[in-house]
């Protein structure tokens, strides 16, 4: 029986570089991608409970239904694995959903995480990833442990990286949601459905600074989300007018994101797109994925069931 309770953080991304190759007969697209944590967190805190899986959701309420949220099919496919027992789940949000920051899919594999850490690690890495693949594209690079890594495939087929210098970024919502679905059916159509693969022939090498990040950074996306979401474009090219060393569309979309060498040009950055009426986010780049932690039963306090 599992017992306690434990706390995650759970962050989000974005892809400093996103190719999107060919439909794959799965109906899935392959991708080329390089996945940056950064430090606008979820945070999820589990506890052992008889049976069953109970979330509570505080912060942004448009989660769509419980049963159908990433963090309930996680830890159901876990409790499933291991046979037994049950948890009460509370997600307090601040990422937005529906982002293309890919907090769905990290707070997915934080409750896998959190889960294992309860249940003192049944699960070795194999079983976790094979769930993690199921649950969702972006949830292997959570999973894996590693803030700066290269993917391939649906995402479950990473080569970690050493991490960069931290950076400041600022992410802009652009006041529309993008549902990843919808951006790839739009990219389909706008290349014409049937296309051939471009994977960008890049040599690894290459990415070990920011200005060679920089030098390469692309989104595939870029070519059709702004014509949907126009404010997404207008937020680009801000972010780029304000010194912004990269400035591009976060994952799918609908948010975008800019990386700063220079501390003042952001804080100017985010004072303008404030001002313009945008939701604004400060964040820096991770240079680790944060680590699940116990919470211990208050002195005198009853512990937690189970
Ligand atoms: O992986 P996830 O469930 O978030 O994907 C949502 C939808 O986006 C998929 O059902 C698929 O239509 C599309 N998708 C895709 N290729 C990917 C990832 C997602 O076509 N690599």
Redesign the pocket.
Known sequence: MMSGAVTVEAPAKVNLWLK?LG?ETS?????ETLFCAIDLCDRIHVEAAPDGVALEVQGETDTGPVEENLVVRAARRFLHAVGRGGVRIRLEKRIPSAAGLGG??SDAAATLRALNHLAREPLGEAQLLQMAIEL???VPFFLSGSPLALGW???ERLLSLPPLPERSLLIVHPGAAM???A???ALARHRGGDYQPSAQRYLLQQLTSWNEVAQFSVNDFEAVVPATVPAAAEAISLLRHHGAAISRLAG?GACVFGVFADDTAVELAEVTLRERGFAVWRARTLAAIPAVSEVRPQTGAPGPPG
Not at 27 to 31: A, C, K, N, R, W
């Open positions: 999107v439909r109906g899935y697209h392959s991708l769905g899919s969702g594209s972006d495939g649906r995402g549902a990843t679905a951006a790839f059916q799918s």
